[in-house]
């Protein structure tokens, strides 16, 4: 099993900044890709960006790109996501989740997520 924490959300102006962090334990972190995901009010949850076991590689949705930084510490069991030039369309819940190193990176599911931490960007 692996836990996962989430921290850092909260109320911020559009154009501002936030820094999300998700916290790790149960299990070695470097066997995981990690991912952060986003559910909005009334709307599905989406896929927000994703990084392989080692820092490697990244991905992330294109209304994200170049605002969003997602990043790990392995050392420190950690995950990030830099959000900056944030809008008010980012307003949501925002969850990590990891998954084991060996399933492809995009496309397959998540085995553990965590509780989730509320991001609301006022106009």
């Known amino acids: 099993q692996v836990q996962l924490v989430e921290s850092g959300g909260g109320l911020v102006q559009a154009g501002g900044s936030l820094r999300l962090s998700c916290a790790a334990s149960g299990r070695t972190f470097s066997n995981y890709v990690m991912g952060w995901f986003r559910q909005a009010p009334g709307k599905e949850r989406e896929f927000v960006a994703a990084?392989?076991?080692?820092?490697?590689?990244?991905y992330s949705t294109d209304s994200v790109q170049d605002r969003f930084t997602i990043s790990r510490d392995n050392a420190r069991n950690t995950c990030y996501l830099q959000m900056n030039s944030l809008k008010p369309e980012d307003t949501a819940v925002y969850y990590c989740?990891?998954?084991?190193?060996?399933?492809?990176?995009?496309?397959?599911?998540?085995?553990?997520w965590g509780q989730g931490t509320q991001v609301t960007v006022s106009s």
């Open positions: 989740a990891a998954k084991s190193r060996g399933r492809v990176v995009l496309g397959s599911p998540y085995d553990y």
């Open positions: 990084i392989t076991w080692n820092g490697g590689r990244t």
